[in-house]
């Protein structure tokens, strides 16, 4: 929560959650070139240690950030199968075949 605060985010409405459930909670963050969306967990049927081995990572100051690599947010958003993460799947494998 305190990364997110630095990051120039408003937490009020995360700390006065009454009853926050680890399981569905999530942050979604709006910054000015894009948008974060932090889970609990994933829809796909990865196992966590194989996912965890294929992460990213950046270092914002002090903070290591750990994301999905994109084979494994396309395959999350395949099982999840919403029309937005059927559009996103089409920009990611884009992204994905230009580099």
Same mark, same amino acid.
């Given at each position: 929560?305190?990364?997110? !605060?630095?990051?120039?985010?408003? &937490?009020? @409405?995360?700390? /006065? @959650?009454?009853?926050? /459930?680890?399981?569905?909670?999530?942050? =979604?963050?709006?910054? @000015?070139?894009?948008?974060?969306?932090?889970?609990?967990?994933?829809?796909? /049927?990865? =196992?966590?240690? !194989?996912?965890?081995?294929?992460?990213?990572?950046?270092?914002? *100051?002090?903070?290591? &950030?750990?994301?999905?690599?994109?084979? *494994?947010?396309? =395959?999350?958003? !395949?099982?999840?199968?919403?029309?937005?993460?059927? !559009?996103? &799947?089409?920009?990611?494998?884009?992204?994905? /075949?230009? =580099?």
């Amino acid at each position: 929560m305190k990364v997110i !605060e630095a990051l120039g985010q408003d &937490i009020s @409405e995360f700390e /006065n @959650e009454k009853m926050p /459930n680890p399981r569905i909670s999530y942050f =979604k963050l709006d910054l @000015e070139d894009f948008t974060i969306d932090f889970l609990p967990a994933i829809k796909s /049927n990865i =196992k966590f240690l !194989e996912v965890y081995n294929r992460k990213g990572t950046i270092q914002v *100051d002090e903070t290591k &950030i750990y994301f999905l690599d994109i084979l *494994d947010l396309i =395959k999350d958003k !395949e099982a999840t199968a919403r029309k937005k993460d059927l !559009e996103d &799947i089409k920009q990611l494998k884009k992204i994905k /075949n230009s =580099k």
